[in-house]
């Protein structure tokens, strides 16, 4: 067989892995687009639930809960961004099986196995961060916020010649608003895919838990810096996004620990783990430590 024959035979299989991803992938748009055209035609239903964070401290402080539109087109483009949040999370399973019927072809019955609980797991720690974020921190972080707010006292008697109280109260834009939510929720949700994500570099063995315990002063400057870029300046929601990714990381520590565990005791009962050399090299480092 000539060279351009063997070519020819190597290039066919990934011309049809290509056929397929590109499949898969118009597949997975149509999805989107379906979610977020249903999304669209409830988008004010949508955006009112998103409101309740922001409703119930302006509430709490007895203030009318109202947003404005400081242009025109701001309230389609707050509908379309209603419809793209609402149609990536209609249409996420879906995309998700697209991927693992790409990907899953490849793998061993063991892979297949070991790779198909982070699947699920994955949505599951998103919808987890985002809860998190809409129904604790989004509340705090605007209840810090609207504390700056300045009221001036109504019917009070000016003085000749004096100026009256100031009053500086909030009159919120609806896309700004979004726009500060949607941050959050997608904020949160990422970081709790640290869990996810380290656990899967463990079981490949890119990671181990000694490594992890030993980069954790590093990895707690990193958290810090991620605290400061993706939340607004305020101290109590930085520290609150600090606490929660350094205790997913440490919980991470944990998990790759578990699957490191459990990969020794396979080891030891398919017989590639040998104790007695374990042993010996335990002496023998011992040895050269005292020399």
């Known amino acids: 067989m000539s ?21 898969r992938l118009i597949h997975s748009v149509v999805a989107f687009l379906i979610g977020m ?25 007895g203030q009318d809960c109202g947003l404005i539109f400081i242009s025109p087109q701001e309230g389609f483009f707050v509908a379309i961004k209603v ?34 609980p982070f699947m699920l797991a ?20 605007y209840d810090f916020f609207l504390g700056f707010q300045q009221f001036g006292t109504e019917g009070e008697a000016v003085a000749e010649g004096a100026t009256a109280p100031l009053s500086v109260v909030f009159q919120g834009s609806a896309q700004e608003y979004l726009n500060l939510t949607i941050k959050f929720i997608v904020a949160f949700g ?7 994500l380290l656990t899967l570099m463990g079981k490949a063995g890119l990671v181990s838990a000694q490594g992890l315990g030993e980069v954790r002063k590093y990895a707690v400057v990193a958290i810090l810096v991620l605290a400061a ?21 440490e919980i991470s520590i944990f998990l790759v620990a578990r699957v490191e565990k459990k990969r020794e005791e396979q080891l030891r009962a398919d017989g590639y783990y040998d104790d007695e050399a374990e042993a010996d090299d335990d002496m ?4 050269d430590d005292t020399k």
Request: glycine share 4%; proline share 8%; net charge negative.
């Open 3 to 23: 060279n351009t024959d063997e070519i020819e035979d190597s290039s066919a299989p990934l011309i049809e892995h290509l056929t397929e991803l590109r499949t």
């Open 37 to 61: 055209i249903i999304c669209f035609t409830v988008a004010t239903p949508l955006f009112n639930f998103l409101t309740q964070p922001l409703c119930e401290v302006l509430t709490e402080r």
């Open 83 to 116: 419809s793209l949040l609402g149609g990536f999370i209609l249409a996420f399973p879906y995309i998700g099986m697209q991927m693992w019927r790409f990907v899953a072809p490849g793998l061993y019955r063991s892979e297949k196995n070991a790779f198909l």
């Open 122 to 141: 994955s949505p599951f720690m998103f919808l987890l961060g985002a809860s998190f974020a809409f129904y604790v921190v989004t509340p705090l972080a």
């Open 190 to 196: 990422l970081c709790f895919q640290l869990p996810v």
């Open 229 to 249: 870029i993706v939340t607004p300046p305020d101290v109590i929601t930085q520290v609150i996004l600090f606490v929660v990714v350094y205790g997913l990381y």
């Open 284 to 287: 023998m480092q011992d040895y």
